[in-house]
């Protein structure tokens, strides 16, 4: 299994950035997006069932970020708006082929390499 981030780049507040995540053809239970900005541990940001029907977003994000997936090419994307200086990160999709929607890292598996996120004032 692998995973590919990317979609990230400069952005100034107010903007928006679409992040995706390819993955080499494999489907999974559920999938995610997390961010680690310097200095901090990584954290969550949004999940979703591989069958779509269970969300789940960080209160940060709840209202600006909206997790997808493409049914043809398996692809999950992270639709970022209103982006603010705060959400300056490096952001990192992540997967796993059994368990319940969750925003542990512990419960991903497999993770793309990260693509940054930079949101200018």
């Known amino acids: 299994v692998q995973l590919q981030a990317f979609g990230g780049g400069v952005v100034q507040a107010g903007g928006s950035l679409r992040l995706s995540c390819a993955n080499s053809g494999s489907t999974f239970s559920k999938v995610g997006w997390f961010r680690q900005a310097p200095g901090k541990e990584r954290e969550f940001v949004a999940a979703m069932s591989w069958r779509g029907d269970r969300l789940k977003y960080a209160d940060a994000v709840k209202g600006r970020f909206r997790i997808s997936r493409d049914n043809i090419n398996l692809a999950v994307y992270l639709q970022m708006n209103s982006l603010k200086p705060e959400d300056t990160a490096v952001y990192f999709c992540?997967?796993?082929?059994?368990?319940?929607?969750?925003?542990?890292?512990?419960?991903?598996?497999?993770w793309g390499q990260g693509t940054q996120v930079t949101v200018s004032s």
């Open positions: 992540a997967a796993n082929q059994w368990g319940l929607v969750s925003d542990k890292t512990s419960d991903y598996s497999y």
